[in-house]
T-cell receptor, first 116, second 116 residues
């Protein structure tokens, strides 16, 4: 069965610090997809990124970067020079292409607070 | 206008009442989903539908039912609401693409339901 673990329940940093949110997953499939979503205080869920299991290249988008390592079953998310607007709950999610198609399994989420 | 809308946005009801949450989308997506979010548990899938004639149970479907009235509309019903169904409910949509084995899901703004 698929599982996603976000061990950090809450993280608090001061503005301009770098912060990494951890995500560890479990799956028996060889083909799977990983996602990150952001949930700001307003409550909506915002899609950030999707990676497939065959693409281990790290990705950078502005201040956001993602480190995918199959060897450790991790898909970590780093925010560089954090800002107050980054304060949100961040969810990592997994989709097993072979056994569950588009069904997403979410981690418990990490509450990030960026203080001015 | 939002691509995925949910009505109502907030609802307070009493134990035993029947309640319907509605989801509409203008994204033209075939697939629609209902999730609930509870503190510390992330999001869990209730039901999903890959087209109008296809309805599937998710991991926590007991106590819920759904109706896919049209490609753009997917409703979630609580036949007899109970207090532990108090949660934040999200509708999501995704677009099936031939050759792509998992979709990216886009979420509505959520419905906050309280059952007294």
């Amino acid at each position: 069965a698929q599982k996603v673990t976000q061990a950090q329940t809450e993280i608090s940093v001061v503005e301009k610090e770098d912060v990494t949110l951890d995500c560890v997953y479990e799956t028996r499939d060889t083909t799977y997809y990983l996602f990150w979503y952001k949930q700001p205080p307003s409550g909506e869920l915002v899609f950030l990124i999707r990676r497939n299991s065959f693409d281990e290249q790290n990705e950078i988008s502005g201040r956001y970067s993602w480190n995918f390592q199959k060897s450790t079953s991790s898909f970590n998310f780093t925010i560089t020079a954090s800002q107050v607007v980054d304060s949100a709950v961040y969810f990592c999610a997994l989709s097993e292409a072979e056994t569950s198609g588009s069904r997403l399994t979410f981690g418990e989420g990490t509450q990030l607070t960026v203080n001015p | 206008d939002a691509d995925v809308t949910q009505t109502p946005r907030n609802r307070i009801t009493k134990t035993g009442k029947r309640i319907m949450l509605e989801c509409s989308q203008t994204k033209g997506h075939d697939r629609m989903y209902w999730y609930r979010q509870d503190p510390g548990l992330g999001l869990r899938l209730i039901y999903y539908s890959f087209d109008v004639k296809d309805i599937n149970k998710g991991e926590i479907s007991d106590g819920y039912s759904v109706s896919r009235q049209a490609q753009a509309k997917f409703s979630l019903s609580l036949e007899s609401a109970i207090p532990n169904q108090t949660a934040l409910y999200f509708c999501a949509t995704s677009d099936f693409r031939t050759g792509d084995r998992a979709d990216t899901q886009y979420f509505g703004p959520g419905t906050r339901l309280t059952v007294l």
